[in-house]
């Protein structure tokens, strides 16, 4: 889960200053993190505690009004009643990662992460985006290869174009908050790394919705690289609050390596 959070954080500097490289300062006084740090919580606080997912990302939230989010899930928030609502947003991928790190089979992966997406992003294309991402991670977790990886995504998810570079995407790629057109530009990002930074760095790159596509690709790639170095690790907390470190702690401590 801290390689979706620190995606978030890194990418959060160019979310309106897009970059057109992977040459910048990982850290710097415009970094944050944001709505994708707090509803990644709040999944692992649900896992944690067996919450309904609604619940649980009503709460985050709520507590942390400012954190950017999209105009549709504002709204779901300051909503008394919380209809479920049909967003594509990738609102729904960049919040599952913790999912994919619990869940012991493919099956339950699938599942769960459907379970996330069901009150705020229950379009069919939010679904598959919270289960690709999920799915991505369960299979770089249990040691598949990136080919296997590609394979089942592309094979399940036929409109996930992952037959082409970041190099050829990033030219013509301009911001894109739903999940068909960023979700696969960031599993990209991820298949075309040789690290972890490398993959945080190709998806913020793209000069699109960077900190959601970083929150992505960085997700994969720690459950893809196993590490990451400690002195990105330990700048990505500073950023955190206590409430934030406390469930980031105990979801690690549990997760299943």
Known sequence: MIGAIIGDIVGSAFEWNHHKSTDFKLFSDYSCYTDDTVLT???????????NYSDSYYKWGRNYLDAGYGRNFYTWLMSADRKQMDSFGNGSAMRVSPVGWVCKTMEDTLLEAKKTAFWTHHHPDGIDGAQSVAAAIF????????????????NRWKNYDLNRTIEEIRPQYTFDATCPGSVPEAMIAFLDSTDYESAIRLAVSLGGDSDTQACIAGSIAEAFYKEIPEEIVKTARSYLEKPLLAVLDEFESIKIR
């Open 41 to 51: 919580i709040a999944t692992a606080d649900a896992m944690l505690n067996q919450l």
């Open 139 to 154: 299979l770089a977790r249990t040691g598949s290869s990136k080919e296997e990886i590609k394979s089942f995504v592309q």
